[in-house]
């Protein structure tokens, strides 16, 4: 049982701990831009090829992205707009959102950067898939999947050494973890993460499903997201674990499961392996 704590403590453990990690980074206008268009879904097409166009590192890997391999187009794409006009609206703002959120945190070591947008990116990915069965918009979950755990980012620049400290005793993407966190910090990734879009000034919505994860859900609605957010993250990390079928199934975690209307067949051992879903994960990963 968690121990009950002032919350006046909290705000100023959060508040330390951001000074503390004071060197993060500005987000970039285009992708708060972007999130911000998840309540205006009319957004026009020209309108986002000008928001990526004023991003030159951005437009510059998107464009990477649009003349990869995997579209197998002869002609050069040039421009946000002739890239948005290829990829399509949703994926256009999937691909820049993914790409500016990477680059926010590129400051940290290759192979922690790696490994945390491997399961971010998976998260995602997989989130998006499920929405069907949790009736939610397919790309407000890929968002929230990618958005999830940045929590754990702050706190490796801010607390790195306690951080260390608890990679020893739990992985940092185990469901245990937050728990742990909270157990010997007083805080866990999720409301480190609730704090950062709030300070990033993201959709209130994006806040209430982070800080979900570690507290009761505000509305039904965000309940739902959340479990979806929760499920696809299992997922994710169990696909990483040394564990036969019978033990993965024995972790399923049905009651999240039920939540989203997600039948057994589509998760757990059963879910398969990540190559379909994972198709142009590994180029994201690959971006200078």
Known sequence: MTTARNPSENIMSLSLLFEQARALPVVPRVLQALLTSFDNPALPVNTLAQLITSDPV?????????????????????????????????????????????????????????????????????????????????????????????????????AATQTLALDAQVGPFAPTRISVERAAMGYSYAEVGAELVQRWQFPVLFSEVIGGLDTQPVSPHVATLTALIQLAAWQSWVSEQPLDSGQVDALWPEALAQRISLPAQQGGSHFGDWTELSEGLQDLLGQP
């Open 58 to 158: 951005i437009c510059a890997r998107l464009l990477r992205q649009a003349n990869s391999a995997r579209y197998h187009r002869p002609q050069t794409i040039s421009t946000a707009n002739e890239a948005v006009q290829l990829l399509g609206f949703m994926n256009a703002r999937s691909l820049v959102i993914s790409l500016g959120l990477m680059s926010c945190f590129e400051k940290f070591p290759a192979e922690l950067h790696k490994t945390f947008w491997q399961h971010s990116l998976r998260t995602a990915a997989l989130a998006r898939r499920w929405s069907v069965h949790a009736g939610v918009d397919g790309e407000l979950a890929y968002t929230l999947g990618l958005l999830h755990c940045l929590g754990q980012l702050v706190m490796r620049q801010g």
